[in-house]
Nanobody, 118 residues
Framework: QFQLVESGGGSVQAGGSLRLSCAAS????????MGWFRQAPGKEREGVAG???????SYADSVKGRFTVSIDNGKDTLYLQMDNLKPEDSGMYYC????????????WGQGTQVTVSS
């Protein structure tokens, strides 16, 4: 069965960096769209970054220039490089997969916690 498992979260001071990984138990097919989401306590889950089968990426305005999403299909792993972290970046980060790349995110990981202190 297709599963997603996040790792790489932790605590870091403002201005620091973290790299999150999302390992797929099962192949990430070329037609899949992948995304990163985050949720802070008391707030709704929001999209952070996405990547499609062509490698085209998109980012929330709040993270542009600081975050980079990439994928290694050979290793079935999605990454999120986070630089110059800010306290408002804190939250639970989730990776998700949209097998039809437009049909909706049907697969979700369990999340990895990111805490940025000032």
């Amino acid at each position: 069965q297709f599963q997603l498992v996040e790792s790489g979260g932790g605590s870091v001071q403002a201005g620091g960096s973290l790299r999150l990984s999302c390992a797929a138990s099962g192949s990430i097919f070329a037609s899949y769209c992948m995304g990163w989401f985050r949720q802070a306590p008391g707030k709704e889950r929001e999209g952070v970054a996405g990547i499609d089968s062509d490698g085209d990426t998109s980012y929330a305005d709040s993270v542009k220039g600081r975050f980079t999403v990439s994928i290694d299909n050979g290793k079935d792993t999605l990454y999120l490089q986070m630089d110059n972290l800010k306290p408002e970046d804190s939250g639970m980060y989730y990776c998700a997969a949209d097998p039809l790349c437009g049909g909706g995110y049907n697969y979700w990981g369990q999340g990895t916690q990111v805490t940025v202190s000032s």
